[in-house]
C-alpha cells in the first residue's frame, strides 16, 4: 500500500523558511514522481513544486518560483520541500502525492495517492 506522510510545517514569520519533507513507505520513490500541494482556506487546491522519479525534471508555480526548492533523496524514500522568503500568503495546508506526472502544469487531478497534509503558517 502507498502512502505519504509529511512533516515540518509550523509557524513562522514572514521573510523566514522551513522545509517540509514527504517520506513514502510501501513503496520506491526512485519510481514515482511527487508533486507538492497546498490548499488556503476558502480556496481551491493549487500545484506548487513536482519533481520526476529520476529528480531530473522539477516544475514550479510562478508564485514561488525563486523561492521553493523540492528536492529527492531516494536513500530515505524522501521528497523535500525548502521555502525560504516565507510570505502571508504561503499559509495553507501543504501536502504531497504521488502516482502522477510532473508536468509544467501541476495539476492535482493528474495525482492519485496523498498524504494526509501539513500546516504552514506564516505570520508575525
Known amino acids: 500500500q502507498l502512502q505519504l506522510v509529511e512533516s515540518g510545517g509550523g509557524l513562522v514569520q514572514p521573510g523566514g523558511s522551513l522545509r517540509l519533507s514527504c517520506t513514502a513507505s510501501?513503496?520506491?520513490?526512485?519510481?514515482?514522481?511527487i508533486g507538492w500541494f497546498r490548499q488556503a482556506p476558502g480556496k481551491e487546491r493549487e500545484g506548487v513544486a513536482c519533481i520526476s522519479s529520476s529528480g531530473g525534471t522539477t516544475n514550479y508555480a510562478d508564485s514561488v518560483k525563486g523561492r521553493f526548492t523540492i528536492s529527492k533523496d531516494n536513500t530515505k524514500n524522501t521528497v523535500y520541500l525548502q521555502m525560504n522568503f516565507l510570505k502571508p500568503e504561503d499559509t495553507a495546508i501543504y501536502s504531497c502525492?504521488?502516482?502522477?506526472?510532473?508536468?509544467?502544469?501541476?495539476?492535482?487531478?493528474?495525482?492519485?495517492?496523498w498524504g494526509q497534509g501539513t500546516q504552514v503558517t506564516v505570520s508575525s
Open positions: 502525492a504521488t502516482e502522477g506526472a510532473c508536468l509544467r502544469r501541476i495539476a492535482p487531478g493528474d495525482f492519485r495517492t
Open positions: 510501501g513503496f520506491n520513490l526512485a519510481y514515482y514522481a
